[in-house]
């Protein structure tokens, strides 16, 4: 038997490649003879010599994919592993990066967001298991809680099939691992890792381990199999996040001392946001499977996982600073245009207007603003979540089946332990209250959003006066110990009949039945200290204090920002809570001593009745679907209906008496759908298909607990028990086209009909436009709801209590369209090994997705301050159509990899379009009232590993090597730069054995 590397004529290729398919799918689990070794297609006997295909690592994979893609009636994209725990990429989000289609979110430049086709609304399955999230969503599992170490496949269904199970909008995830009767030969790798952040103040490398071990055996008691899969990982990651406000209003005509010749927007607002998480992650995956005989097999798989993500974030705030807007007088400013929102009036140009983006910040008249605030953000969440499944399948003649009971849960707590400090200049007079004035200088030309303490001004503090734990005073003390539990128990019963009938193939019923329940408690405790006499200077609780990060300038090289400050320790408050509480109530008592106040310790958390619910759900689904095939057609046809029964039990609270409630309803749907795929030529297939689908509401917007936070900043969020799911119907078609091995080029339209759209309605309070005063007193009658704990802080006279927004999910009026196209290419030069020599090692995957969104009658209303700005300029009544949140409309990716000569490399560029987002640091209220947008931008991530031996391999990868930032801007794209996000670089090296 010889060798060749795709050297063959075009139809001895054709016929491999169709053997090649078959053989592909039955080793879809991982291509499981081994990244060295070789995998056969046999051609017919009139063909010529046997010879042997060599097609390995990522040839290996893209084959397998694209062989299991094209065999498939409905649209699925399929990711299959290099070799054993080597998917594209470390992150299971940004491996479906590689997916057209299919676009990512990130925090602190990790993946944990996934579109499919513009919507977060999808589903997530670990081996066709349903999968419940961490918080209180619907999409399944996070994706930062499960190794791309443990994962052998990734396939992901855009067109449903009547046995798909219903909730998915964009479309379903299912993540496979690897099935012990389908190995080929023992398999036993281990793989060592180390990753480092650019941008961590810990420039060690953290360690990532996984392995996996299978095999299977035939004994006189039928075949035996066991795949165990584990991993271990830490990483360190820090993105910086600075924030400017400029929503206020200084008119031409105002009279006041900052007032110039045109209106501009002053600034209102300062926060140098340092981001730092450490995850620590475990993950546990193992199958079993016995097959007696051909006719049956009986498996049982369990996957464990145990996320520890920590943070350890500092927060730099300049507040009070709208206090100093009609006496501050910028040195500079730019022209902001805010383009045109399509609202309930029709389209509306906004206009333009003058911005300050250079001056200095004095400490105004009575010393009281502006104010230097530092915070230690520790909100932490750890997560323990288990998939187990329990099944049998047969076949016994025209009949085949499968019965299996699953269930799935995940519990979490979220500890945090968050501290506000104020700076009291020494430079400048105190008063009853723990803060005064420090003074500000800002730059934010360039595209960079910097500030710093003005310490050239004769009242600017000095770095020893910054660094003095005697200069600080407690503010606030927020704790909590909240905790969420999700669960999914299902039995499912699937069966097939082969028919004879000269169309219809096979006919596929069946029924499942699952139990869902979400469960909140939240534990929270929530101190405000405001009075001088009460709060105890650090200098009481310096044994808990640190210096905070001075490396803010490292990811853009500022020279302006806030580098010599003390802040409680993350680190300390993260491994000893209690000891941190300990310090500062003892500082207190200290305190009492010296000033006489009587200022009570701070407690722990306790669990709050009115932010509790429990939410559980039974649904039945029934299905029946028809197979066909005729000609140059297949497909599927059929109905899947289903019942849902909701029980939601929450606590009411009125004049301190707390009251269980307990609502109930029901709902119920049919749900039909289509697929047809058409083999016009051997290398071209075209598909259509067409279905209805549900989306149900999240658990905590069915709830009617809410929490209130001690800030007058954030909204409210209402939950609403009468939501009802959304409903969506789908069309596609597409063509794909197979001209050779390991490639193809396709094209696909989608078209989504959703009615009943969860929409976001916010509620902004009344600000009286000269004094930027609220109403402080219950109820808001103007608008937003009114919290009782929130600091008044700049709305108002000193004290607690007052209207803060609130925000509340509804089922949008009208019908919304997604729409768009994708367009895929992927091509393989190994078959021009006798012309391009080593250069036949390269191979190309690129796509391109198109899409809008369009439609629906809901409306966003700018907050009041917006309002005016928008007044001055001449618009009245402007309002936003309720957008798609992290939808691009244009996004690519553009892979170039090679594989010669045990060299394997890989480099990928992703770019997207800018797109609204709910995403924008340290506030959950909407600036202007909309969601920001997040600007265009890409990444460039790249790896490379080489084969030292047949068993060693070594490599590295980098994560966005060009450190690319996020740059969001409020009102509109390209307006009003309000947030920046400056991400950090991860090179990863390691290497991994087969044994």
Known sequence: MKKVERSEDALLRRLRYRKLVLACLATTTLGVTGAGQAQTASPSANTGPLEEVVVTGIRRSLETALAEKRASDNLVEVIIAEDIGKLPDQNLAEVLENVTGIQITREAGVGTGVQIRGTNANRTEINGVSTVGSGSGRSGINFEDVSAGIIAAVEVTKAPEAKTVEGSVGGTINLRTIRPLDLKERVASVRVQGENSSLSTDSSFTPRLSGTYGDNWTTDSGDFGVVISASYAEQDVTAFRPRVDRDNFVGSDSGVASAQSFDFLPIQFFVQDYDNYEYETSNLA???????????KFYFDAIINDQERRQESSRVQASGVSDLRNTAIPTEFETVNFGSLDGSNGVQNLGSIQAAVRGLIPVEEGDADPNLRFNTDTNSRLTDSEIFSLGAEWNRGALSGRVEVSSSSSDSSTPSFNTTLNFINPNVATNSSNENGTPFIYDITGGSLAF???QSEANGPSTAQLLDAANYMLRDVQQSQSRAENSEDAFVADFTYDLDWSAITSVDFGFRRNETSSLRDEITSSVGLRSFDESPTGNLFANVLTVGPDNFNE????????????TVDPELVASSPEAVLDALNAAIVANNAITGSDREPISSPTSSTSAFFDISEETNALYAQANFEAGIFRGNFGLRYLETDVTSRANSEVNGVVT?????????????RINLAASVTDDVVLRAGWGKDIRRPNFDDLSSAYTFSTSPNPAVDLGNPGLEPEEVTSFDLSAEWYFAPSSVVSIGYFNKK???????????PFEDPVTGFRDITDPCEAGGIFNPIADINVFGPVGVGVCVPSSQTINGAGETTQEGFELAFQYDLSEFEDQLGWASGFGVIANYTKQEFSGGDSFLDPTSRAATVFESNGVVDANLRAQLLDLSENSYNITVFYEKHGLSARMRYTWREAYRSDDFGSTSSYPWGFPVVQEDRGQLNASISYDVSDNLNIGIEAVNLTEEEVQQSCVNEGALLCFQGLTDRRITVGASYRF
């Open 754 to 764: 959703r009615t009943g759209l969860f929409a976001r309605n916010d509620e902004s």
């Open 286 to 296: 193992g199958s079993l499977e016995w097959a007696p005989n051909d006719s049956v």
């Open 660 to 672: 269980p409630t307990t609502s109930t309803s029901s709902y119920d749907f049919m749900l039909p």
């Open 555 to 566: 990811a853009d090289g500022r020279t302006l920002y806030v580098r010599d400050f003390l």
């Open 452 to 454: 710093g303490v003005a």
